[in-house]
């Protein structure tokens, strides 16, 4: 017997999907800071897997974006080239805040008395102007001794185009100093912009050493309860990465666990021939969204963490599924700022104490608890029947805060679901409408363990042609992992101005990429039979300063051809991202683009046995009071979702119970449920 498993460690929840003899089986358990491998192992317990049964081992977490936000990383120092030292601390001159005359960067995470120098020049072009001085490497890892620094960054200038100073800079460290952590830039990133490597370079210094020692732990914790293979781990580019890329390279890891959900919701599309989503997955802590269209998700490098309005946050250059998250989840705490006003998160009850209803201590009302007190959520399955929930002390939170507000217990609650959705339609407007892209023209796909029960309210505010509630809803981050192929992306600065004789120049540059792919992945026992490629150009108007993303014609075609097509392609996204065209430009590519698909055996949807007929009433469990807020207090039909089969459909009022989550539909929504059991809820005008 083997079994195939995919784990997500979330704020609140660990998340395990697994599938058993073609069957498709999810568990939650609570997440156990800071021991998240534990969380992992009693998952796998609670769902009675023999991990000596497991071939094939899935894990995404968000151990690196923890370890940032909550400065839980290492004392860092960075090498750079002389001169260059406070390239870190001028950063970008794109202040957000521009009104604000006392506004300050952020504070770089390596300090100016942790910039170390050296003397060395590399041009622009890649030639060598000056040789490396590897004698001065004694005092400098000498001086980092002395202020027990923890890991080091490199970063030379124009390394992203010839590497060699920083790999004999890297290799004489290791000689005089074999136990500390080191990395490179070349190892992250062969992009331009010496800021933006520079940040990059010292964020995976910083999570180095807490990241490793969280995958060693997870083998380690894994191989002793029975698991023969290492685990592969998600990466942050839509693709999954064996333990040792993941373990080389940690900051690829930064969005590891919402990125896994993303990767299913287009995979669940491309089942369904659903090619535009809106993509949300609402947990414990966060919202995040993604958009997907034509069946593709949009991956950039642009990446920033902790923007704000503002603050300008600190970029990170490396290949990221363009997610935009905030502070709004099932956990967010309501509370009362000293004007009088009600707010909804950021902060997170997490799973300790969590929710008052969990009845751990928690005091502060959440958004689940306002979900509980609506009726939404059933109290006799609470979380999956595992918690008998504290409602009394759910009614006493949120009078507590009707006193200090002057209004009743209900109306907060009806006031904290409405703060939740009106922030995440912001966040799903940032994805589309401020993108180019109308909502009507998508459907919304939610998952999570929140995503259901908010998602028809969402939709309903954005237009969208329907709500998609796919299978396993609730944990659809692992489900998601089981889904994908390995992947891994090269990104190469080579500035080329586009011309009828740019044909040739292209293909030999994405040759000697797709050979480095080729070559990596046979490193990993891989034939190049099992590795695919597909191919893109960053470009932009010549004077311009930022790209956007092309995919290349066949290097097959006619150069006349090719050259047409591409550059049709270009002008056309162009026009998407930015409402203009200017045909009459030249077009300079900035980087090559080559990502590289290590295929594996996946799981394989099966579709379920339809009913017979439409009727669903076989799957009505009960029924009781639900307050719909603006749409009035209606006895709703509870369903339960296992019992609803293909062919079935059925209107709102009513609620959808699954031991993961809980879906709402509203009153006059009407609900069809597809071959796979997916739910698709349309909307009276839909």
Partial sequence: MTVRVA??????????????????????????????????????????????????????STVVINAITERKGVKTGLITTKGFRDVLEIARGNTPDIFNNYYQKPAPFVPRSLRLEIDERIAYNGEVISDIDLSQVPALVEYFKEQQVEAIGICLLHSYINPQHEIGLLEAIKSYWPEIHVIASHEISSEWREYERSSTTVLSAYVLPPAQQYLDNLKVKLANNGLSSDPFIMQSNGGIATLNAARNNPITLVESGPVGGILGAAAYGAVIDEGDIMALDIGGTTAKCSLIHNGQTRVTTEYVIEKTAKTAGYPIKTPVIDIVEIGNGGGSIAWVDAAGSLHVGPQSAGSTPGPVAYGRGGSEPTTTDANLITGRINPDNFAGGDISPDVDGVNAAFDALGKKLKVSGMDVAHGVIKIANANMVNALKLISVNRGYDPRDFALMAFGGGGAMHATALGLELNARKVIIPPFAGVFSAWGMLMIDLRRDYIQTHQLQINQHSQCEIAKAFAAITDKANSDYGADGFSESQVIHEMYLDARYHGQEHTVKVKIPSLDLPQDKFIAQLSNAFHQAHFQEYTFSLESSAIEVVNFHVVAFGLLDKAELKPLVPSENSDASGAITATRQVDYDDLGIHQADIYQRDLLKPNMQFTGPAIVEEATTTTVVLPNNRVEVDDFGGLHIYFSQS
Avoid at 30 to 53: H, R
């Fill in 7 to 60: 784990t997500d460690v979330g704020g609140t929840f660990t998340d395990l999907v697994y599938i058993d003899d073609g069957a498709i089986k999810a568990v939650k358990s609570d997440t156990t800071p800071p021991n998240f491998e534990q969380g992992v192992v009693n998952a796998a317990n609670k769902a009675n897997i023999a991990l000596q049964d497991v071939d094939f081992f899935a894990h995404g």
